[in-house]
């Protein structure tokens, strides 16, 4: 049984001009809206999801599209399209869970991808034969997905990122009241990783808090040292802090202020595991002292004449 043809573009609400992600973003407004579980109460939500859903299998496909602008509703073998050419199966049937009943099914790993960052997981039943990923709608099928995590971000210390925390945090849920969970930081996260906490329905984004010695670029870390001309012109060792204390560093001769030397390994951790680090970057500023005693006046005046 075909379906009616219906314009892909004013089912998405885009212009034919529309990018790819206008139509993505128009996509998922429309699926959050329509989709069954969110209308348990309206026997015609899949059927205006599965419209969607189709517009959207085919606009989001670049051959498909380009092909559709050509033909319009002749793009696929010069016909109506059918149920079957997006995964409908079983047609509409007597209603849900009737004779025929099926619901729809994905096709593309972007129409997948998507379900999965829609509703927190990849579709459930895709059957081709009255599986149903709504649960109800259409035979019978898989309970349909959960809603997507919940994102909060929190604040960390550097020191919890180089070692691992555990913590206590305050959760205030959309529609629950605020709980309590007990949380692992393992080590090895960087500023804006996410971690998912399984079977709580949420996704911590970290956020690290300003260090007062360090600069943070993913794993790698960078600390301002100071050395006084002396040791600038004619090189020679100074303290570097790192995340497990002072290690010495030599500075080349001839060293000039905002110059970074390098120590391997001395970032933050790369692994839970703690196998692999970053770097760390000692950029160097060069400190002329602001009240000369009379040697190092004498000495910078013998510099001086010496040029």
Do not use: C
């Amino acid at each position: 049984m075909a379906v009616k043809f219906e314009d892909y573009y004013k089912l998405l609400g885009v212009e034919r001009s529309a990018p790819a992600d206008e139509i993505k973003a128009a996509y998922r407004k429309l699926a959050r809206k329509l989709h069954p579980d969110v209308n348990k109460d309206d026997p015609t939500a899949a059927e205006r999801f599965g419209k969607v859903s189709e517009a959207y299998e085919v606009l989001s496909d670049p051959d498909k599209r380009e092909k559709y602008n050509r033909l319009g509703e002749h793009w696929k073998h010069g016909q109506n399209i059918g149920p079957d050419d997006f995964g409908f199966r079983g047609g509409r049937g007597a209603g849900p869970g009737g004779p025929g009943g099926g619901g729809f099914h994905f096709t593309g790993a972007d129409s997948s991808d998507f379900f999965e960052s829609l509703f927190g997981q990849r579709p459930g039943g895709r059957s081709r034969g009255g599986g149903d990923p709504f649960g109800g709608f259409g035979g019978g099928g898989r309970a349909a997905p959960p809603p997507r995590d919940q994102e909060h971000e929190i604040e960390i210390d550097l020191a919890d990122a180089a070692r691992g925390a555990s913590m206590t945090l305050t959760v205030q849920g959309e529609m629950a009241k605020s709980r309590q969970l007990d949380v692992n930081i393992p080590r090895g996260v960087k500023d804006g990783s996410v971690i998912r906490l399984k079977g709580q329905g949420l996704r911590l984004r970290i956020r690290l808090k300003k260090h007062p010695r360090f600069d943070v670029d993913g794993h790698n870390l960078t600390a301002e040292v100071p050395i006084d001309p002396a040791t600038a012109a004619l090189g020679g060792k100074v303290d570097v802090p790192t995340l497990d204390g002072d290690v010495e560093m030599s500075v080349p001769p001839g060293a000039s202020s905002g110059a970074r030397l390098r120590l391997r390994g001395k970032g933050l951790p790369t692994s839970a595991s703690g196998e692999g680090a970053g770097d760390l970057f000692a950029r160097l500023k060069i400190v002329v002292p602001r009240d000369l005693t009379d040697a190092q006046r004498a000495a910078y005046e013998a510099l001086r004449a010496a040029d």
